[in-house]
């Protein structure tokens, strides 16, 4: 009897806090919807017809819901300089709102003006940021000959930037200005692995890239490389660098060994590089000329002689140089007399 009291007992405090909540809820409910945070997204692709399901809508604040949405840009296809706008409707779940327009929130979109229909909806026309400021991504990445770079082209692309690697060390980069395609024969000089990757550029901001698209892996044997170094011979002072070779404005994000044209140089995180002087790098000194190259072979300083390795531009250190005439540097790095 006294197990049954307390099953009776505690089945009314339960309900007892339910219809609690219940009124809580209600209380919450109730009030008038004087905040709004919307979050809106936009899937838009140039030459595709304009439709009101490229965006998407949802609420993130309490008391009202989305309700419906109609695009303003009527029929046809998106244009490269459309400003997308989108009317928008929000119900409240009492159908009250008291929201002003410091209440509103609007995240990937501008609310341009915003008004409550009285009984019926909370009514806002978003902005979305014009399809000029924006750029397509680069589809495909291909090589369309053993030492020609293709792609497919990108929407408001005014240049494309191409970066090669071989056995994963970049080997070069260039820009090619309103073009699908590059030579890159003279940065393919040495058998191994290639590949390449590239990205568009916005025709109107240049700080407005899209994802780098990587190429498929290209095989380089000794005979294609010699052949590619017979057909871009080395030039006096700092080697073949292609037209379209973009120099310092381009290798500004760009950190760690760089190689430019066919000469190695080195940009520490600060944008800073050597010049005229060792720098000291994962556990190797290397020595840099006056315009921020790396030097291989023998090096004189302060009255002694280095040898860098013509292959890697480290310093040897305790070994017979490969000069030919049987040389030894000591620990130090100094020839030995």
């Given at each position: 009897?006294k ?8 089945s009314?405090?339960?309900g ?14 109730g009030?008038?919807v004087d905040r709004?945070?919307l979050e ?6 140039v030459?595709k ?5 490229d ?6 604040s309490?008391?009202c819901?989305f309700?419906?949405?109609d695009?303003m840009?009527?029929?046809g296809?998106w244009?490269?300089n ?7 409707y ?8 008291t929201?002003?327009r ?7 979109a501008?609310c ?5 229909d009285?009984g019926l909806?909370?009514v806002?026309?978003?902005?979305f940021p ?6 397509g ?6 090589w369309?000959?053993?030492?020609t ?9 005014g240049?494309y ?5 071989c ?9 090619c ?8 024969g003279?940065?393919?000089?040495r058998?191994g692995t290639?590949y390449?990757r590239v ?8 700080l407005i890239k ?9 095989t380089?044997d000794?005979a294609?490389?010699?052949?590619n170094c017979?057909?871009y011979?080395l ?11 973009v120099t310092?404005?381009?290798y ?11 000469r190695?140089?080195y940009?520490n995180a600060d ?7 060792w ?5 190797q ?5 006056s315009?921020g190259?790396m030097?291989t072979g023998w090096?004189?300083w302060?009255g002694k002689?280095?040898?860098c390795?013509?292959?890697?531009g480290?310093?040897l250190?305790?070994t ?5 005439l049987?040389?030894r540097?000591?620990?130090?790095g100094?020839?030995?007399?």
């Amino acid at each position: 009897m006294k197990l049954l009291n307390k099953t009776v007992l505690l089945s009314l405090a339960l309900g007892i806090m339910t219809l609690a909540a219940s009124f809580a809820s209600l209380a919450d409910d109730g009030g008038p919807v004087d905040r709004i945070v919307l979050e809106a997204k936009a899937d838009i692709q140039v030459g595709k017809t304009r439709s009101v399901t490229d965006f998407s809508f949802t609420v993130l604040s309490e008391g009202c819901e989305f309700w419906g949405a109609d695009l303003m840009n009527k029929d046809g296809v998106w244009g490269n300089n459309d400003i997308p706008r989108v009317i928008v409707y929000l119900r409240s779940d009492n159908g009250d709102f008291t929201v002003t327009r410091s209440g509103i929130r609007v995240d990937g979109a501008e609310c341009e003006y915003a008004y409550y229909d009285a009984g019926l909806m909370y009514v806002m026309q978003l902005r979305f940021p014009s399809l000029e400021t924006q750029v397509g991504e680069v589809g495909e990445a291909l090589w369309s000959s053993s030492t020609t770079a293709a792609w497919s082209p990108a929407y408001n692309a005014g240049d494309y930037e191409v970066e090669i690697y071989c056995d994963g060390r970049l080997q070069g980069a260039v820009t090619c200005p309103a073009a699908t395609s590059c030579e890159l024969g003279s940065l393919i000089r040495r058998e191994g692995t290639y590949y390449f990757r590239v990205r568009a550029v916005n025709r109107k901001d240049k700080l407005i890239k899209s994802a780098w698209r990587d190429s498929a892996s290209l095989t380089v044997d000794s005979a294609a490389a010699a052949a590619n170094c017979a057909k871009y011979p080395l030039q006096p002072g700092y080697g073949p660098v292609p037209a379209a070779m973009v120099t310092e404005p381009y290798y500004k994000d760009m950190y760690g060994w760089i190689l430019e044209g066919v000469r190695w140089w080195y940009r520490n995180a600060d944008g800073s590089y050597t010049t005229d002087d060792w720098q000291y790098i994962d556990g190797q000194w290397y020595y840099f000329d006056s315009k921020g190259y790396m030097v291989t072979g023998w090096i004189d300083w302060n009255g002694k002689s280095y040898y860098c390795d013509p292959d890697s531009g480290a310093m040897l250190v305790n070994t017979v140089v490969p000069d030919g005439l049987g040389r030894r540097v000591d620990s130090t790095g100094a020839m030995m007399e």
